[in-house]
């Protein structure tokens, strides 16, 4: 352990680095506690070795300012003549962790020292534990809102965040917009190409939709099976319809064969928009279901298109 040791009395300081092993622990000393602070600062040691009665700021003091510091906690042993029951309380409410009387012996000096390096082993353990699963939380959090086959996020995210989306854009009169995205004859793919390759195929369009998005906070989600839907916040209809442009230029450069539906055919999608204007405030199933009659018409008007 590094230990730091506050003390102004020269034959105590002797006394404690005689006391102490010498191949387990290293000795910084200080003589005021002042000093002391900033050594603490410095140093950073594993424990802190603190007399009471000090010139200028005594150990009581000391102990308050350490533990009012934003540094991690490290154990302090106070070190002192002061002997009475009422001296050991105002130490251990000044934030110390023991309380030896001078003058001290040295065995009982090492098996705190012992006892207080346990301590602060075990603490560190915990904070090793916590913050792995707190990161393990953050990764089942991610986890609980992506999905699986395309990397994107799912129907779940959708659910957390389009209601504060339409809310926040209703109080700030802010317009938005969502894209319904679904892919064209997909059932035929699949009977054509199997399962697997419409997977594939699912995946590349994930991507593609992505790409399409160029503020980060545009958010691309899967919606149901062959379906997607994409929240542009602060976007009106012009944008929108970028968007979309773009989607069904992106989704046509993939260029995935579709032989299922005839020769010389190629995978497309179909796009509703609607883009709300925050006059009044509105539902997210009726946000949506707006956007869903959109894509209806895109698929009547012929596919491979969008409509609002
Ligand atoms: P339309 O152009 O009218 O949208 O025709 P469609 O065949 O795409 O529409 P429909 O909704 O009838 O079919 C969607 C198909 O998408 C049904 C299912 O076979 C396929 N599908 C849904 N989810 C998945 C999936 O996760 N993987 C694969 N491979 N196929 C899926
Ligand atoms: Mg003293
Ligand atoms: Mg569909
Ligand atoms: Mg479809």
């Known amino acids: 352990m590094k230990i730091l040791l506050i003390d102004d009395s020269k034959i105590e300081q002797m006394v404690i680095n005689s006391f102490l092993d010498h191949n387990a622990h290293e000795l910084i000393i200080v003589s005021s506690g002042e000093e002391g602070i900033q050594t603490f600062l410095t140093e950073q040691p594993d424990l802190i070795l603190l007399d009471v009665?000090?010139?200028?700021?005594?150990?009581y003091?000391?102990?308050?300012?350490?533990?009012?510091?934003?540094?991690?906690?490290?154990?302090?042993i106070f070190l002192s003549g002061k002997t009475?029951?009422?001296?050991?309380?105002?130490?251990?409410?000044?934030?110390?962790?023991?309380?030896?009387?001078?003058?001290?012996?040295?065995?009982?000096?090492?098996?705190?020292?012992?006892?207080?390096?346990?301590?602060?082993?075990?603490?560190?353990?915990?904070?090793?534990?916590?913050?792995?699963?707190e990161q393990a939380n953050i990764e089942l959090k991610k986890l609980s809102l992506s999905d699986g086959l395309t990397g994107i996020a799912n129907r779940r995210y959708l659910d957390q965040v389009l209601p504060l989306e339409l809310t926040r854009a209703f109080r700030d009169r802010l317009a938005v917009s969502v894209l319904l995205i679904d892919v064209d004859h997909f059932k035929k793919f699949n009977d054509y190409y199997g399962h697997l390759d419409g997977d594939?195929?699912?995946?590349?369009i994930a991507q593609a939709l992505s790409q399409a998005c160029k503020r980060p906070t545009d958010s691309v989600s899967r919606y149901g099976g062959e379906e997607f839907c994409i929240i542009l916040p602060s976007t009106d209809?012009?944008?929108?319809?970028?968007v979309a442009n773009?989607?069904?230029?992106?989704?046509?450069?993939l260029?995935?064969?579709?032989?299922?539906?005839?020769?010389?055919?190629?995978?497309?999608?179909?796009?509703?928009?609607f883009s709300y204007l925050a006059e009044a405030p509105i539902?997210?199933?009726?946000f949506l279901s707006h956007a869903d009659q959109a894509l209806y018409q895109a698929k009547t008007a012929g596919r491979a298109q969008y409509a609002i």
């Open 200 to 204: 594939d195929c699912l995946k590349r």
């Open 84 to 133: 009475s029951p009422e001296d050991l309380v105002e130490g251990i409410n000044a934030g110390g962790d023991d309380y030896l009387t001078k003058p001290v012996d040295p065995l009982v000096l090492s098996a705190k020292l012992q006892a207080m390096d346990r301590i602060a082993k075990m603490r560190t353990q915990l904070i090793d534990t916590t913050t792995q699963l």
């Open 237 to 242: 209809q012009t944008g929108a319809i970028k």
């Open 283 to 286: 539902d997210c199933s009726d």
């Open 246 to 253: 773009r989607i069904n230029h992106l989704v046509r450069e």
């Open 61 to 76: 003091e000391v102990a308050k300012r350490i533990r009012a510091s934003e540094e991690p906690w490290v154990p302090i």
């Open 53 to 59: 009665m000090m010139p200028g700021i005594d150990g």
């Open 255 to 273: 260029a995935i064969p579709h032989l299922g539906i005839g020769p010389e055919h190629f995978v497309s999608v179909s796009v509703g928009i």
